[in-house]
């Protein structure tokens, strides 16, 4: 696939979210994220199959993209399910931590117990569109939306400025930190509470998609199941 397929495939997951995501409620939330997680699929898989296609992916990530949390779904989301309205004329969860806060205090939850079904395993698309469970939905588009702002972005600055796959060892982060020490704070996620960008956020993306691996790996997984 080509550099222009690739735009050319992605827009027209992006189209769809764009359409989706203006609309009411659980169902379109779910959807668009689903969208959403296919076009970063393609995205990431391009990235690490074609390093020297940086500023290509760069251009497709231009701002302009939807963003999910702040959609008109998601908020009306939150109302229908919820009966929430937001603090001010409307929500801003990709910025705020203290909305978010909020949002999971409603029925008596926390952010902290909800947060950790990510690393127990979301429910499946299926699982979650046969019932409904409006914070298992809005934690996976908060998982989307990460990848969107930190690990993606992240990981074409730490090219483009010289870094190497190789460079991010656990046991080393020497040659990660030379490369950005100057750049990594411009990579942040409030509701995830990363204010910037680490060589651990690079590393799981590498172990998350390899491209010429054999199994499918888990967000795209989500997406399809």
Known sequence: MSAGDLQFRVQQYEDLVQTI??????????LADCLRRLSLTLL???????PSENEAIAEILKPGRTRLLDSPAVGTMLAEELNLVPPREAWHLSKSREEIEQVFRATGSTYAKENGRILLGLPSTSTLANRRDVYGVLLRVLESDM????????????????????DLDPNDIRPYWRVMERDMR???F?????????PGHLGSLVQGFDPHGKKLNTFTRRALE
């Open 21 to 30: 995501s203006g609309s009411r409620g659980y169902g379109n939330v779910l």
């Open 44 to 50: 990431i898989e391009y990235a690490l199959a074609h």
């Open 147 to 166: 990848l969107e702002c930190v690990h993606l972005p992240g990981l074409i600055e730490f090219r483009r400025l010289g870094g190497r796959l190789e």
């Open 186 to 188: 411009r990579f942040q």
């Open 190 to 198: 409030p509701p995830f509470g990363i204010n910037m960008l680490r």
